[in-house]
């Protein structure tokens, strides 16, 4: 049962996590007037510095499993509120 759980949070996270950095990234893009490669190159390095952030979370608590996809979601979340 927790393989399923496990793998329902994976397939959910996929879907959710690119939308989520998409929009925080973008608005500090907006926010700094990138245009062209440059937003591009931002957008990309944004995205990965904040799911590493989290990833190195998850890891520094120990967690596996659907709790750590659990927490790398909330983090993403929280990150893209500010």
Same mark, same amino acid.
């Given at each position: 049962m927790r /393989?399923? !759980? =496990?793998l329902v949070v994976l397939? $959910?996270?996929s879907s959710y996590l690119p939308s989520v950095?998409? +929009?925080?990234?973008?608005a500090s893009a907006t926010e700094k007037k !990138?245009? =062209? #490669? #440059? /937003?591009?190159?931002? &957008?990309?390095?944004?995205? +990965?510095?904040i799911k590493a952030t989290c990833e190195a979370s998850a890891n520094e608590?120990? &967690?596996t499993g659907g $709790?750590?996809?659990?927490? $790398? &979601?909330k983090c993403i979340k929280d990150a893209?509120?500010?």
């Open positions: /393989k399923y !759980l =496990g397939i $959910v996270a950095l998409a +929009k925080t990234c973008a !990138l245009t =062209g #490669a #440059a /937003k591009s190159s931002f &957008l990309k390095k944004c995205e +990965k510095d608590k120990k &967690l $709790v750590r996809n659990s927490h $790398v &979601l893209s509120s500010y």
